[in-house]
Each structure stands twice: as C-alpha cells, then as structure tokens.
C-alpha cells in the first residue's frame, strides 16, 4: 500500500513542502490507516461522515489520547485539503475523554543516581536532556553548529512542530561536548575522503552539494554504521539511534535503585518541574520547552503542588 501512485503522490506534495520526515511518516501513518478503516476506499470517495466516524471510532473503541487524535485529525486534513483541495466542513466529532495524566518526575537525588551508573555517549545524552530540556532524539540531532559555549546554549533545529528554539547548555557538559565534537569532526574528515558526509535536509543538500563538507553540519552524535538517505538514497551518515540509549538507561535505572517508570522523556520532565522548583517563571520554561501553548507547561504546576499552594491539610491542623 505504501508503494501506491496515491500515496507516492502524497508523499511528494509533503516533500515539496519541506515537511519533515517525521512528520512525514507521521501523517502518511494515519492516511493508511484512515484508508483501511474504511476497506480501502479512495478517500474522494469518501467525506466527512467517514472522517467523523474514523476519529469517533479512535477515541471511543482504541481509547487514544486527544493530542493522539488531533493528529489524526491534522493527516486527514491535510490530504484533504491539501492534496484533494475538498473542504470537510464542520465535523463535529466526539473528542477523546482520556486525557494525559500528570508525567512523571525524579528528584534531583534520583538524577544523579541514574547518570552516575552512566558511562560514554549514554551519560552524556541524558545529562543534556536534563540540562537543557530535550527530547532524546532533539539531543541526537544536534550538530557542531548548534553548540554556543560562549553563551552556554544550544539551538534545537526543526523540533517538534517544525519549530526552532535555544535553550540552556549546562556547564557540566563542556568539556565532554567538545571531545565529541573533536571526534565527530575526525571522523567527518574521515567520511568526506571517500565522498561521504552526515546526512542533511534534502533541499540544502540540492542547493549547496558540498554542505556534507562543513564541519558545522556534522552531528555531535553520529552512527557508527553509514546508511543511504531515506530521500536521496545516497550514502550517508546519520545521528545515533535513540534506541541505543534507552537500552543504557534501563540497567542504570535499576542499579540506582529507582522504583518509577523512567524513560528519556522522564529527564525533560524533570527538567521543567525542576526550573519550576526554584522559582523560574513558568513563560520562560514554556520558551526553553519550546511548547505553543502555556497550559502544556502548566502540568509541571500540579507535579509539584503549586496549583493549590497555601492550601493545608486538614490533618497537619489538628
């Protein structure tokens, strides 16, 4: 199914564009899957009742999350909209009732724990998701250009959203940032000898060829193996799979002797309600999340309390 002219065409529409891969992936994921919910009908044949029916059918009978189902909703609008340039109208669907619980977070004793039962690249990757605030795969897309020591920031490049944003860079990383880049940029020298270099956006790969040359665009953390561009197909090297790092990080968790349900993201919550903690204003942790809407970063007010602040309990008055 994904080899279809149909879904070819789409896919071209989105790289034309300049969509991310990502979101790529994302949206085409839940146009096939639209498609099949309705026996693979062709979706002119198809309106907004089906539409309607398919997001209904997602929030009452797989009980997905509501920012699940809005993307959901995004992919179909774009095909149609987009793509077939039909209007959907008002569909008035039922929203997703399961909403996201409170996220877990360490204590900063339970952070140092885990990071000193680190070693290598693992350690410092979640050191950065902690010290900056990062999605693990925001920290392993990081390139030589989107470090400042000087300012002690770095530069997040198409995160979620499709957004750019800087946030702080901890001094504790320094010296280890710059023996992998020292590395990184060794093994690009490497690389470019026999013509190869880190991956880049396909557009800035057509316009300047030589760009795989500049020690700016090569990643902090690259692969160790060479894989061919999912657009170009040509010979590439990309960034360390997060996959690599969430394998080191469940051993660490356990010998710390941490009993919560700690994954990389658990670091960036941590991050936030942290910031919170100490008295940071809560717009500024919004910008350095890189969030668009405050109510998102206002969660990490119910993690530690403030929502209901000089409140008592009744028990503590007796």
Not at 105 to 133: C, D, F, Q, R
Not at 243 to 258: E, F, H
Not at 262 to 283: E, K, P, Y
Request: with cysteine.
């Amino acid at each position: 199914m994904s080899a279809s002219p149909f879904i070819e065409s789409i896919r071209a529409e989105m790289r034309l564009r300049g969509y991310s891969i990502r979101t790529e992936k994302t949206y085409l994921f839940w146009i096939k899957r639209f498609i099949l919910f309705n026996n693979k009908r062709h979706p002119r044949e198809l309106g907004a009742a089906e539409v309607k029916s398919f997001l209904t059918w997602l929030a009452t009978n797989n009980n997905v999350a509501m920012n699940t189902q809005k993307v959901a909703l995004n992919a179909i609008v774009f095909l149609y909209h987009k793509i077939m340039t039909i209007d959907l109208g008002d569909l008035g669907f039922k929203l997703a009732t399961k909403q996201r619980s409170i996220p877990i977070v360490l204590s900063a004793a339970e952070v140092s724990k885990i990071i000193h039962n680190m070693t290598g690249t693992p350690k410092l990757v979640v050191e950065i998701l902690y010290g900056s605030g990062l999605r693990v795969n925001e920290c392993l897309s990081l390139r030589v250009q989107d470090i400042s020591f000087e300012t002690l920031s770095l530069t997040v490049r198409d995160g979620k959203g499709n957004k750019d944003r800087q946030t702080l860079l901890s001094r504790n990383c320094i010296d280890r940032l710059k023996e992998h880049i020292d590395k990184a940029m060794l093994l690009q020298t490497t690389d470019n000898k026999t013509g190869i270099g880190p991956s880049l956006p396909y557009a800035l790969g057509a316009k300047y060829p030589n760009a795989f040359r500049a020690p700016g665009w090569m990643f902090i953390f690259p692969s160790k193996n060479l894989c061919p561009h999912p657009r170009t197909n040509q010979l590439c090297r990309h960034h360390l799979h997060d996959s690599g790092i969430r394998k080191a990080l469940k051993p660490a968790v356990i010998k710390a002797k941490v009993f919560k349900k700690v994954n990389c993201h658990t670091f960036r919550h941590s991050f936030a309600t942290h910031l919170l903690q100490t008295g940071t204003d809560i717009r500024s942790i919004q910008e350095l999340l890189g969030h668009n809407d405050l109510t998102t970063t206002q969660i990490y007010t119910h993690v530690i309390g403030q929502h209901f602040a000089g409140t008592v309990s009744p028990l503590d008055r007796l």
